[in-house]
């Protein structure tokens, strides 16, 4: 095949500009391993999770958001495939376990190439079973039991019925948000022999290296519940996905790979695809399958900045050879074909006709790509085009650095609030014992993962360490409070728990402190500490909301907190400048001011409000949850109250009032209601009653259901 060499200076003009482009977008080396650092970084929040709760859950990120290769004007989703870690796959007899939920992988004549029935095998002896053991356990055709491949399409279809929220579908992917796409799955250790040959043919640019093909071969694959398209048997067949070492491909490859694969992608999304209008759909897969032929076959010296467009041709035309013979080959599986069920014979010749426009003229489509205004970046100071939206390299740096921030730490802290969220109705004590145990006994020192990358155990780690620091916030906290609640000494153990979680974040720990010590009546030491917060949460602090009201993917950043971002820093979520949400358990109770009583478990609901809750719901609504900034204003408020400094107390409550609005215009406020109920009891104790009657009813608008609003309503119009 000739690969073309442009030697026209216009192309090679255009060339420069891509590069530019891409280098613009966020496709740079830093960039990409930020993106890399963040979603690897969430995947192992989530399992730390899942073992700290016993599930025995193993959560993988794939696809364009944890490879890097993606732009923001593609808007992609996030895959993620949870792994059960309780089932064992043996894929032949001598991987029985005993205890474990065994199945055999079982190639039956009904099955393609890539596919595999799971046979349930006996926990006690390594022996099929006779009988089905759920009802996702059925009887085959050929009188043996195997396991359906619906049961988690099922399951997920049924929460989200129950909870009234939408349902998600595509392919094995199931979810209840359109922009995460969730596959339950099955580790396999080895890898079928539909991959044998992968690992010893010829490469005339030797990548993989032989020392990535061992360490490719350790990853195994996953066996994900997808039947083949066109099979009678779909629902019992469950297919080979070697993504493991999908992603360690991809992160093997240097930035002109990811470039030329971003390329690939910006021509798919917004050329070849709308061409097609429907009539067949090139994906990514297939995008990226290109690029690992072409990773392989290329010499070295091909894969350079000048010829980026000549590798972008080698792909295309790769393509368009797979679209002539009608097979569209698996990478690192044999006998698989990329088209069925994607493209039939006429939809390929669509897209051959494409494909052939986009190889003849060089390119020159490349110019009408509308995501993130590429083409006019092409076409900038060519043909003399205005440009007036296209962002600066720096701001979108900066922007996409934000929203990983953001969005590691809420995920973060979203996970250690599920980690707490069945501690509602345990005594105060006993949730001291249990966040100890936790802290020094229990999975959170134990945590095993089953991965080659050592970064990953390094990420383990990190998270732990974050874990039990914000663990020590609550214990501390509890401690105290049962101390306050018998007029008990309260110990130096519970000073050094507060000690240690003091930097989980710029303001949480620091606001439970000043709030337990306004509680123990001592007011010129809360005063100093809120001094301290109020120091440290300038305009560049960043308020984070993880208790699952906000999805992070909404969240904006604010710029003066993405402009701190140290420029080599890749991991993005670990900052100073951030300000989690104070939110206190009812076993807190003492070390809360009093009419935060009111946001507590179900003394906010009044009526029949706690059925009118969502699935997130469920979890928050138990505790007292304030934003930060508005919690500061407001011990200010309370705590120079009660040294009489007057002034000051003025003050307070003016920074409260104004930073509540600026917070709700900025989307710095997550618990609008509860701020501005803050606001009210301020303008309460202020005398102006019926100003904050006013701002409870205003606080209603905003959540009418449990509210602890709907109390104060009462509680001030049954004194009228």
């Not at 099955?186 to 640019?205: A, I, Q, T, V």
């Not at 979890?619 to 109250?641: G, I, K």
């Amino acid at each position: 095949m000739a690969v073309y060499a442009s030697g026209w200076l216009f192309y090679d003009v255009m060339l420069l500009r891509l590069i530019a482009a891409l280098e613009d977008l966020g496709v740079t080396e830093l960039m990409v391993g930020r993106r890399r650092h963040a979603f690897l970084q969430d995947e192992s929040v989530m399992t730390v999770t899942s073992q700290i709760g016993g599930a025995k859950l193993v959560f993988y990120h794939f696809g364009s958001m944890t490879e890097g290769t993606t732009t923001p004007g593609m808007g992609s989703d996030i895959d993620t495939l949870m792994c059960n870690d309780r089932v064992n796959i043996m894929s032949e007899w001598p991987d029985w376990k005993r205890g474990r939920h065994n199945l055999l992988m079982v190639k039956h004549a009904t099955c393609s190439p890539q596919h595999y029935r799971l046979q349930e095998i006996r926990a006690d002896l390594p022996l099929p079973l006779t009988h089905p053991i759920d009802e996702f356990s059925v009887v085959g055709e050929d009188g043996y039991i195997y396991r359906n491949n619906k049961e988690s399409e099922d399951v997920m279809r049924r929460e989200a019925a129950e909870s009234n929220l939408p349902s998600y579908h595509a392919g094995p992917s199931h979810s209840i948000h359109e922009m995460y796409d969730i596959v339950e799955a099955y580790r396999c250790r080895k890898l079928p022999k539909e991959c044998d040959s992968w690992f010893n043919r010829p490469r005339p640019g030797n990548w993989p290296t032989a020392e990535m093909l061992q360490a490719a071969r350790e990853l195994g694959c996953f066996l994900v519940p997808d039947g083949y398209c066109d099979s009678d048997f779909s629902s019992l067949e469950w297919r080979v996905s070697p993504s493991l070492i999908e992603r360690y491909l991809m992160f093997s490859m240097e930035i002109i790979h990811v470039q030329c694969y971003v390329t690939l992608k910006l021509l798919k999304k917004d050329i070849i695809n709308p061409y097609l209008n429907g009539n067949g759909k090139l994906s990514s897969f297939h995008c990226k399958t290109a690029l690992f032929y072409a990773r392989e076959q290329l010499l070295p010296e091909m894969w350079t900045v000048d010829r980026l467009f000549d590798c972008v041709l080698y792909c295309l035309n790769l393509i368009r050879d797979w679209t002539i013979n009608g097979h569209s080959p698996h990478y690192i599986m044999d006998d698989v074909n990329l088209f069925d069920g994607k493209l039939n014979s006429e939809q390929r010749t669509s897209l051959r006709s494409i494909l052939d426009i986009i190889i003849d003229t060089h390119l020159a489509p490349l110019a009408f790509v509308k995501a993130d205004n590429l083409g006019e970046r092409l076409l900038h100071n060519v043909y003399t085009v205005a440009i007036w939206d296209m962002t600066p390299r720096r701001a979108v740096h900066q922007k996409v650095v934000g929203f990983l921030s953001v969005y590691g730490n809420e995920r973060r802290m979203a996970y250690v609030l599920a980690i707490l969220s069945d501690t509602a109705d345990k005594t105060p004590d006993e949730l001291c014992l249990y966040l100890h145990s936790l802290i020094t006994e229990r999975p959170l020192h134990q945590i095993h993962r089953h991965r080659s990358e050592h970064a990953l155990f390094m990420l383990d780690a990190e998270n732990r360490d974050y874990f039990i620091s914000y663990l020590k916030q609550h214990l501390a906290s509890t401690a105290a409070s049962i101390c306050l609640q018998h007029g008990m000494q309260i110990g130096s153990r519970i000073w050094s728990w507060y000690s240690a979680a003091i930097d989980t974040d710029a303001a949480s720990t620091r606001l439970k402190l000043a709030s337990m010590l306004y509680c123990k009546g001592d007011l010129q030491m809360t005063a100093e500490v809120l001094e301290d917060v109020e120091r440290r949460y300038d305009n560049s602090v960043q308020a984070i909301c993880g208790c699952g009201r906000v999805d992070p993917l909404e969240t904006k950043p604010r710029e003066s907190f993405a402009e701190l971002m140290n420029e080599g820093d890749t991991d993005v979520a670990s900052t100073n400048k951030s300000a989690y949400c104070v939110r206190f358990f009812r076993q807190e109770a003492f070390c809360v001011p009093p009419f935060l009583h009111y946001e507590m478990e179900m003394i906010r609901a009044v009526g029949d409000d706690i059925q009118h809750r969502s699935v997130p719901q469920c979890d928050w609504m138990d505790w007292a949850e304030v934003d930060a900034r508005p919690f500061l204003h407001y011990l200010q408020y309370l705590t120079f109250r009660g040294l009489g400094l007057r002034h000051k107390q003025i003050q307070a409550f003016r920074a409260l009032r104004d930073n509540t609005v600026d917070g709700m215009v900025h989307n710095q406020v997550f618990h609008v209601e509860t701020a501005i109920n803050l606001v009210a009891h301020c303008q309460e104790m202020e005398g102006q009653i019926d100003d904050a009657l006013n701002l409870y009813l205003l606080s209603q608008e905003f959540l009418s259901r449990n509210n602890a609003a709907n109390w104060h309503i009462l509680r001030l119009t049954s004194d009228l």
